[in-house]
């Protein structure tokens, strides 16, 4: 490429190698839901050391994803303006202020705003990784960094809700901000040390008249809106299920904080396992083959929640097994859904991401405000799940009306080749 690109100056991508960004993108990915899995084991104390409801313990996890999902929104742009790193950097500090803030909380108020605005600071990990292998890489090498992300990514939700069980019940609901205050310190260290900057910053992307042009037009596109929705019936029940599930598995089936955190390993299995299985078949297997056995694995989990959880009293299996199989379809949908979506923006990929996340996240919250109306847990998640996956469904039906033509989703003509590796 010739030295006067300004996209090279801006940034020496050929150091970055597939396996590098994946490893790294992940740990970003992992921000949220391990903020959101060493919590959820937590929310039971949580109740009877504030001396409130479960409904206001609840809030606290809806405000999280209420900073997250609307957050989203301005990260993504102030990349593309200044920058994938600096950005980071700064909302990550957001969020370990407000960890610190969540570990001193005197009343159950203040831990409210502490889980918005960490929920705020936290939002920079998905956007950021999404953008940083839309700007390095396309076709079946963003598929596949796509891939190793979300395999990196489902150790935190792995060891969140085990860590969490375990330090709740060794040391207390405290320790668990603890733990966040470290990942935050962790995660900045690694941006400063590891991390190079993949954008084109131009501070032009975010003035108002541009910014909402360029929402405006992703918008607009069906081709971007629909791949978000069906990711957004995905994530946004995996994000539902987390708001209730402990309150299923704990306070019905009678599972102890450190059985819960366990217990969640067998979901964290299924998944991991779906990632492997993706990646092994990803070259034999047709795009369109990987997406129908991505929605044959939600829409059958769908079904068998929807019954199983009205016929039979809720136990650790009838929950778990479903879900097992609803996170390996979304094993399947992610990688190729999110390359298709996101390839034909090269310009404004921060912007694209951020809405893309702002849809999954908003699934998230929306579940989570429903579930909270609905009282009993077990109704809202025989209920909320299945119309999140039939939503899935419905939307990569009428995608795969609009999809773009192959040459233009694997790739675009005017995204720079520019994904050497080491």
């Known amino acids: 490429m010739p030295d006067s690109s300004p996209r090279v100056k801006a940034s020496p991508l050929v150091i970055m190698s597939e396996r590098r960004v994946g490893i790294i993108g992940g740990f970003l990915s992992a921000i949220g839901p391990l903020a959101m899995s060493l919590y959820t084991p937590a929310m039971p104390d949580i109740v009877t050391a504030f001396g409130t409801t479960e409904s206001a313990v609840k809030l606290t996890l809806t405000a999280y994803f209420g900073g997250f999902c609307f957050a989203q929104l301005i990260c993504g742009p102030l990349s593309d303006g200044y920058g994938r790193k600096p950005i980071t950097i700064l909302f990550m500090s957001v969020y370990l202020a407000a960890s610190v803030l969540a570990l001193l909380a005197p009343t159950i108020e203040i831990m409210v705003l502490a889980r918005l605005l960490q929920g705020v600071g936290a939002a920079v990990g998905v956007t950021m990784s999404r953008a940083i ?3 390095l890489f396309t076709s079946d090498k963003s598929a596949r960094v796509m891939n190793l992300i979300g395999i990196v990514l489902s150790v935190g939700p792995a060891i969140g809700p085990t860590l969490g069980g375990l330090t709740l019940e060794f040391f207390g609901w405290h320790a668990i901000f603890m733990v966040m205050i470290l990942q935050g310190i962790v995660v900045i260290t690694i941006m400063l040390l590891f991390v190079q900057e993949t954008g084109n910053p131009d501070p032009s992307r975010i ?3 541009t910014l909402i042009k360029s929402y405006f037009s992703l918008l607009k596109t069906p081709h971007f809106l629909l791949a978000s929705l ?3 019936g995905a994530t946004g029940a995996l994000y539902t299920s987390a708001t209730i599930m402990p309150f299923i598995l704990m306070s019905r089936v009678g599972l102890s904080p450190s059985q819960f955190g366990m217990g969640m390993l067998l979901q964290t299995a299924f998944y991991v396992s779906g990632g492997i299985i993706y990646r092994l078949m990803m070259h034999r297997l047709s795009v369109f083959q990987m997406f129908c056995i991505g929605l044959l694995c939600t829409c059958s989990a769908s ?4 019954v199983m959880l009205r016929v039979y009293e809720p136990s650790y299996l009838r929950v778990m097994l479903p879900m097992g199989l609803y996170v390996m379809g979304i094993a399947f949908l992610t990688p190729q859904m999110t390359t298709a979506a996101m390839a034909p923006f090269p310009q404004i990929a921060g912007s694209a991401s951020a809405l893309m996340g702002f849809f999954q996240m908003g699934g998230g919250l929306v579940g989570g405000i429903l579930s909270a109306s609905m009282g009993d847990p077990v109704i809202a998640m025989a209920t909320l799940l ?9 939307s990569y039906i009428m995608w795969n009306r609009f999809k773009l033509p192959l040459s233009q989703t694997i790739e675009h003509p005017i995204t720079p080749k520019i994904s050497e590796q080491r």
């Open 133 to 135: 292998v839309r700007d």
């Open 230 to 232: 069906v990711l957004t």
């Open 207 to 209: 003035r108002p008249k």
């Open 303 to 306: 079904i068998l929640l929807a």
């Open 386 to 394: 299945p119309l999140m996956g039939l939503l899935s469904l419905i």
